[in-house]
């Protein structure tokens, strides 16, 4: 479980980024963020991993305090964050395979990372993890070559190889069209479910938000103003997370049908 208590972020300018965040993820569930821009969406995910440091509060990671813990010991904890970008995040001049494998360069030596001779207990988990997310035959490929969506399920294998316990998915559909996001969004609630992990995804797409997760927050000026299941999203919701706004197309769910696998580009 994560568990977040009174998390506070505040930058030197004064800005108040995060204000007493409270909030705690079951093993298994799959959440969203929400809200507008600058709502401290980004600076919560960043705050859990210690991408960027909490000014005060705690955050709790299957009973491991992770603000107080030592550069060290900070490190071997992320293994258990997998993190998946809105930007990929690849080394475009690696192939497929590599990048993959790449998520696993907190357990090995350095030598093995320098030379990229990883144990064959990883490749073959590479290979299946390819295999799951429809990639096994692009292992070879550069990660210049592939389409966005493509690039994205390398993303979630990389982060997955890490064996983590939660993953951090920051707007992982924000540079793909509607189809590929949706399809995205499916592959990565499938695999915690298949994985029973607990996921927070931050997404700028409430109807995408309603279409796949289990809960939701809702985010305003870096405190929450919503936190329940998609269902109960009413416009008067809404309006009191974003503003002012016509939110009834919004809360109309997405026609699916039609819906088929990604081409290979």
């Given at each position: ?61 299957g009973g491991v305090e992770l603000t107080g813990l ?41 030598w093995r990372s320098f030379l990229r001779k990883y ?147």
């Open positions: 479980m994560l568990r977040l208590e009174k998390l506070v972020k505040t930058y030197k300018t004064g800005d108040q980024a995060l204000k007493s965040v409270d909030l705690e993820v079951p093993d298994g569930q799959v959440l969203a963020l929400i809200g507008p821009s600058g709502a401290g969406k980004s600076t919560l995910i960043r705050c859990i991993n210690r991408l960027v440091e909490p000014t005060s509060g705690n955050v709790f990671l030592s550069s060290g010991n900070l490190r071997k904890e992320r293994r258990r964050m997998g993190m998946i970008f809105q930007e990929y995040a690849l080394v475009e001049r690696l192939t497929v395979m590599e990048n993959v494998l790449s998520g696993r360069l907190g357990y090995v030596s350095f144990p064959q207990k990883d490749v073959d988990e590479a290979f299946r993890l390819l295999d799951r997310v429809g990639l096994l035959e692009m292992a070879d490929k550069r990660a210049d070559e592939l389409s966005g969506g493509q690039r994205q399920r390398v993303g979630i294998c990389r982060a997955l190889i890490q064996d983590p316990a939660l993953l951090l998915v920051d707007e992982p559909t924000a540079s793909l069209d509607p189809k590929t996001s949706r399809q995205i969004m499916r592959l990565i609630c499938e695999l915690c479910k298949e994985r029973g992990l607990a996921a927070i995804i931050n997404i700028h797409d409430v109807a995408l938000a309603q279409m796949f997760v289990q809960r939701v927050i809702g985010l305003r000026f870096g405190a929450v103003e919503f936190d329940g299941p998609p269902d109960a999203l009413t416009p008067v919701v809404l309006t009191t997370i974003y503003g002012e706004e016509d939110w009834e197309a919004t809360i109309d769910k997405i026609d699916e049908e039609g819906d088929e696998p990604e081409a290979a580009e």
